[in-house]
């Protein structure tokens, strides 16, 4: 059984900063690409960033420079380290276990954690 579990979130200030991490499970980790989305009230759910299963990283605009995704494969950790947080970052984040293989897809989602930034 699949399982990913994300941690760290919670209430931070404008300018502050928060590592979320995901720990997997019933996968092989290290052959999947890692994404964090986020989805804040009445907004559509948005990739934040991506870690290939070999190293390669893509963030979107509104967190490059801020945010930092890496992952362990020896522990099956991801993590996004948030760093001068804004009260437009506030939302639910989802950790994301990806792969597509010879046309078969396989997707797996957390069960989010809340990110509050406000002063």
């Known amino acids: 059984q699949v399982q990913l579990v994300e941690s760290g979130g919670g209430l931070v200030q404008p300018g502050g900063s928060l590592r979320l991490s995901c720990a997997a499970s019933?996968?092989?980790?290290?052959?999947?690409?890692m994404r964090w989305y986020r989805q804040a009230p009445g907004q559509q759910r948005e990739l934040v960033a991506s870690i290939t299963s070999g190293g390669s990283t893509t963030y979107a605009d509104s967190v490059k420079g801020r945010d930092t995704i890496s992952r362990d494969n020896a522990k099956n950790l991801v993590y996004l380290q948030m760093n001068s947080l804004k009260p437009e970052d506030t939302a639910v984040y989802y950790c994301?276990?990806?792969?597509?293989?010879?046309?078969?897809?396989?997707?797996?989602w957390g069960q989010g954690t809340q990110v509050t930034v406000s002063s």
């Open positions: 994301n276990a990806h792969r597509s293989v010879f046309g078969v897809t396989r997707d797996y």
């Open positions: 019933g996968i092989t980790f290290s052959s999947y690409a």
